[in-house]
């Protein structure tokens, strides 16, 4: 157990400075452009975002690297595809693109690529190897760039004193070649990444638990308000032990595949054969990830990792508890697989490497499931319409060729931003708003407590949303909240993500009781990339899954060795060896493990599951997920669960607390 809480990487890892001023006719259509003054440029449409942060003066580096997004060629043709792909009255239903297809249908003509290869290099930028066809990569100093896009690159403070940069003028590019351009990537380091690995915060570590002569276990009830403002107030730690794991340090694989109904099917119903994927801003010691192994699966077992560099290897080991974390939640629920391919890079804040990292998996096919819990906050992704297409059209990629897409919508409530602008408004993260992604939420066992018990039954009604004894509000300082306001309780005991995309419009799989409700909002003054002005708003979390750190997972993790001078894992952070982890990173591998399950036992690809869990949820939902509802709450009496996650409410069918549900994950594997 930690009595760190750190939600986000050190030093404002948090998406920085770009409000959301100015948003409602801030974008047009991806790749739209406006005509230049001087007749031959055009200026690429919402190349510039908005910000009332503080000029510094203007922004100098010897060398950056930008990278020019490019559409993919047939864009209708791909649209008509995927439809098929993902329709059962098709005669494509599933009929996957194999490595490589998609390139040959899609990829940019080399004429395309040629023509921006030779502006880039006509402006005196080195063009440089690039992961995708989709994207041309280069580099050069400031100046140059600025200068091959007739734009302004500046320095800027937010009000917290951190300094970004970014462009402050649109960004031209001849009529030649701006209709191939989605956006420059490259002109600002706010894509910032956001981890969502939670340690269990103010809590004694596991060798100071002293629970008197008439306990003999570690186990303790649930946190209570009083004991978590004490923390806050006076720094007082208070005793607390959850779960199988050592010390009581959290659930343990058996009883997480306990608690939601994993069949005893042998391997094949642990992932033989299939392989996953996670994406990773970071790296992790393998003697880690072997001694949690093997606490579970016995000495003999060999975790099947394989590391993959993007763009270099990672130069620290800064992140490690999140890459702890994921790779031991793809293992809890999905051992047997033939190999989690861990794909790695040095975040770099301007999405390029990213970006990479994505397109790499894509172009290489082998993961049947991905996840991801690095995570970006949409509002610091206006005027970076280049990304976020560059993203979609990688997802894009992914569902056609049957690859499973999870990501997580985030830990602090719907306030998802709180960390970047000290603002209440309501912003979800990116990639899991993305209409190829399925976007995994929050959920807590609350005072249901497992303890040692290796096979644990479904807690039914004391499943609730994530929302530490529903301190996570936007209401002001009131006795409930000791005071502080509960904002302030959403960044320090958190909650589960959820709401509507600024971007995207809803897929068209995204139906059934519920989807539509008194918080949706439409049209392209609400998100970005909708047609219509009654086309829905894409809204997540899609499902959930257990996230609250205080009934969370056992993580096994040190910063010792190669890993002692830049690792997380350290007894000065309270995370050295075996600890309690929540959060919504937690839940996204969980899943991901659910669909190398089900991969396995069926034999072949599940493809994007989100249209696919849909289906389920509107044929017969009570036989595949957990509805998560406050009626069932009330019923308990229990004043202690939650029913909101700081501001949207669950509701029986879908709702933007916790999505669908929670899986059954017998039904799930074995469903046809």
């Known amino acids: 157990m930690g009595v760190k809480f750190r939600l986000l990487k050190a030093g404002g890892y948090a998406a920085l400075g770009l409000t959301l001023t100015a948003l409602t006719g801030a974008f047009a259509s991806g790749g739209t452009v406006a005509a230049a003054p001087t007749g031959y440029l055009v200026a690429l449409g919402n190349s510039v975002a908005p910000t009332t942060d503080h000029l510094v003066g203007d922004y100098s580096s010897p060398n950056m690297q930008i990278a020019i997004a490019i559409p993919p060629r047939n864009e209708a043709g791909l649209n008509s595809l995927l439809a098929a792909l993902y329709d059962k009255n098709s005669k494509l239903y ?63 403070k937010d009000p917290r004193g951190i300094t970004y940069f970014s462009n402050s003028t649109p960004v031209w590019a001849p009529s030649s070649i701006a209709t191939d351009m989605l956006g420059v990537i490259g002109l600002s380091n706010t894509v910032r990444p956001i981890t969502r690995a939670t340690p269990v915060k103010g809590v004694l570590p596991p060798w100071d638990i002293a629970l008197g002569p008439n306990h003999s276990s570690c186990e ?44 005893n099917l042998g391997p094949r119903a642990k992932g033989q054969g299939a392989t996953e994927g996670l994406f990773e801003l970071g790296t992790y010691l393998t003697s880690d990830i072997d001694t949690w192994a093997h606490q579970f699966y016995g000495p003999g077992y060999t975790p099947p990792l394989h590391n993959i560099c993007v763009n270099g290897c990672p130069t620290t ?129 609350d005072v249901d407590n497992p303890g040692t018990n290796p096979h644990p039954n479904y807690p039914g009604p004391f499943e609730a949303v994530w929302n530490v004894d529903g301190l996570c509000s936007n209401q002001g300082d009131n006795p409930g909240n000791d005071e502080v306001g509960g904002i302030f309780w959403c960044t320090v005991t958190g909650a589960g993500g959820g709401g509507h995309s600024i971007f995207w419009p809803a897929p068209s799989w995204q139906t059934g009781p519920g989807v539509v409700n008194p918080y949706s909002v439409y049209g392209p003054s609400n998100c970005a990339f909708a047609t219509s002005a009654t086309q829905l708003c894409r809204e997540e979390p899609d499902v959930s899954a257990d996230a609250d750190p205080y009934t969370g997972y056992t993580e096994y993790c040190t910063a010792t060795g190669a890993a002692a001078s830049t690792g997380e894992c350290t007894e000065a952070n309270g995370l050295s060896g075996w600890f309690q982890i929540g959060g919504t990173s937690l839940s996204a591998p969980l899943w991901a493990g659910i669909l190398a399950d089900r991969d396995s036992w069926q034999g072949k690809r599940t493809g994007d599951t989100s249209a696919w869990l849909y289906g389920l949820f509107n044929s017969n939902p009570s036989a595949y997920f957990h509805d998560i509802t406050q009626f069932g709450h009330v019923l308990t009496g229990l004043y202690q669960i939650p029913t909101n996650n700081g501001l949207f409410p669950e509701e029986p069918g879908y709702d933007e607390a916790t999505g669908i549900g929670t899986p059954i994950i017998s039904a799930l594997i074995t469903a046809p």
């Open 94 to 156: 599933h009929d996957w693109l194999k490595q490589g297809q998609f390139d040959a249908r899609y990829a940019p003509l080399p004429s395309t690529r040629s023509a921006i290869d030779l502006f880039l290099a006509g402006k005196g930028l080195k063009v440089l190897p690039s992961p995708s066809p989709y994207l041309v990569v280069a580099s050069g100093s400031s100046t140059l760039v600025s200068d091959a896009f007739d734009t302004t690159l500046s320095t800027y």
């Open 317 to 445: 080991y800064f992140g490690d508890v999140e890459v702890n974390a994921d790779i031991e939640q793809q293992l809890a629920l999905a051992p047997d697989v033939s190999a989690l391919d861990v794909y790695e890079a040095n975040p770099d804040d301007t999405g390029v490497n990213e970006l990479a990292i994505y397109q790499t998996i894509a172009s290489q096919d082998i993961a049947d499931s991905v996840s991801s819990s690095w995570a970006y906050c949409e509002t610091d992704l206006i005027g970076q319409n280049g990304f976020l297409q560059a993203e979609n059209t990688t997802f894009e990629q992914m569902a056609s060729q049957g690859q499973s897409m999870f990501s997580s919508s985030g830990d602090n409530g719907p306030f998802e931003c709180i960390r970047s602008d000290d603002t209440d408004q309501v912003v979800e993260l990116d990639p899991s708003s993305q209409p190829w992604v399925t976007s995994t939420g929050g959920t807590t066992f």
């Open 220 to 263: 303790t009830p649930y946190v209570t308000k009083q004991e978590l403002f004490n923390a806050v107030n006076t720094g007082a730690s208070f005793p607390y032990g959850y779960g199988g794991g050592p010390d009581c340090t959290g659930l343990t694989p058996s009883q997480t595949n306990s608690l939601y109904s994993a069949p």
